[in-house]
């Protein structure tokens, strides 16, 4: 790729941003490399020696996946489509695969190309919508459950909430996988998913720790994680590479990190590797002395290698985490957790005592007479009530689809109006310059400290 091609694409940035304009260094071998700022900042070589999370699988739920992109290749499993186009795989917005390249990228050739944080992890492609255009994320968190998935990202967001949502959540946390959303591009309250409880939702900074001006904020928020001037994988504009500003690109580092915990400490709970992020995680210094969590940065900004190596205790099994709003689907169990509550009560190597059931052998026999007898009559009246009150009631509506069954079919919605329509990808398209937009030099490096003209 030509370096005047490579401007052309960045120029063309797909989130609410513009590109910071500033002097022409050097060309060099790579452009693209040479423009991830993030490689430095995340201290990525330094990451990779303890771990590049191996082993662990990450669900993107979102426009789906390019899996043949060169910088993709190999570190994508076979996916999921509700819709039955196969845009998990076949995409035709890039969004997903960008994402995708945040967690997995591993580059190509002799430096060239995008990396991204976890590159020994895999990333399970799954689409966000259903055959009849509405949100399938909840229908897609089951799915991701079912097929391995430890992570999922989710780098979309609505107005509106989904009602089947924390029941899908509740159902992610029940099988330990943690959930990480993105807050929103919009500068305003937390979108949903974002805002549900039980997830992790993430904020965007800059390169100097700053909050991005348009990061949604609220209470719910957890970390945050850059999300300014990201370069990722396209296409973009003729190009196979983009720039852009989001809280997508954000979500997507912090999966990649929860990825390299997760394989690391393969024993910790989603909500402990929660924890790890959380205690990790860097207090800009506008933070200290203040009560966190802070409504924009959560608890501060992820932090990959200090999640790694820092001496940090499991915690509760729940971690920091939020417990889901959804029926039913409980936490991992503490007994399956480092440092958990030994569970109470009689079990197989604790059984009860004999003496707690034994009696005098007469007083046993005129106990269960009496026992057998009292509990003929009770049986009698509730068959007699129960047939009163079919009479009277009508049956009752099936149950929610998160019953852990493998296999099952999303109910068609019995109220339409209150089902959105799918996530937008955060204005996460091939947008063109806005109008005014400085014309393009040669070469410019997009890191400089000018105005950054956003929309």
């Known amino acids: 790729m030509t370096l005047t091609r490579f401007v052309r694409a960045l120029g063309a940035t797909a989130l609410v941003g513009g590109l910071l304009v500033a002097g022409v260094p050097a060309a060099s071998a790579d452009q693209v490399r040479d423009a991830q700022w993030v490689i430095n900042y995340f201290h990525m070589e330094q990451v990779w020696q303890i771990s590049k999370g191996d082993g662990v699988i990450v669900a993107v739920i979102d426009s789906g996946v390019n899996g043949t992109q060169a910088d993709l290749a190999g570190s994508v499993l076979p996916g999921y489509d509700p819709s039955g186009q196969g845009l998990d795989s076949h995409p035709t917005d890039r969004h997903g695969t960008t994402m995708a390249g945040h967690i997995v990228g591993h580059g190509h050739g002799d430096g060239a190309g995008v990396v991204g944080l976890a590159p020994g992890a895999k990333v399970l492609p799954i689409y966000k919508s259903t055959a009849a255009n509405t949100d399938a994320v909840p229908e897609d968190i089951h799915w991701a459950v079912e097929h391995g998935a430890k992570v999922i990202n989710m780098s979309v967001g609505g107005t509106m909430s989904n009602p089947r949502i924390g029941d899908a959540l509740s159902y992610a946390a029940q099988h330990d996988v943690l959930v990480v959303a993105s807050t929103g591009n919009s500068g305003t309250s937390l979108e949903s998913p974002a805002r549900e409880p039980g997830l992790l939702a993430v904020g965007a900074t800059d390169k100097n720790n700053v909050i991005w001006r348009n990061s949604n904020f609220g209470p719910q928020v957890m970390l945050a994680a850059p999300g300014v001037g990201i370069v990722g994988v396209g296409p973009c504009d003729g190009s196979q590479y983009c720039m852009a500003d989001g809280t997508s690109d954000s979500t997507a580092f912090v999966s990649a990190t929860a990825a390299l915990v997760r394989a ?62 959804g029926a039913a689907a409980d936490s991992p169990s503490a007994a399956a957790t480092p440092g958990g509550a030994v569970p109470s009560g009689p079990t197989s190597s604790n059984p009860v005592p004999p003496s707690s059931v034994a009696t005098d052998s007469k007083t046993s026999g005129l106990m269960i007479g009496a026992g057998i007898g009292l509990a003929v009559l009770v049986v009698l009246v509730i068959v007699i009530l129960v047939v009163a009150r079919r009479k009277k009631t009508p049956p009752p509506a099936p149950p929610m689809p998160y019953g852990g069954q493998p296999g099952w079919q999303p109910q068609q919605p019995q109220y339409p109006g209150q089902y959105q329509q799918p996530y937008p990808n955060q204005q996460y398209g091939n947008q063109p310059p806005p109008q005014g937009y400085p014309p393009q030099q040669p070469y410019q490096n997009p890191y400089g400290q000018s105005g950054n003209d956003q929309r």
């Open 264 to 325: 690391k400490f393969p024993n910790l709970t989603a909500g402990q590797v929660a924890n790890r992020l959380v205690k990790s995680a860097l207090v800009p210094a506008s933070l200290k002395g203040a009560k966190l969590p802070d409504a924009h940065y959560g608890y501060g900004i992820v932090r990959p290698y200090e999640a790694l190596t820092m001496d940090i205790p499991a915690g509760s099994a729940q971690g920091p985490l939020a417990k889901p709003s």
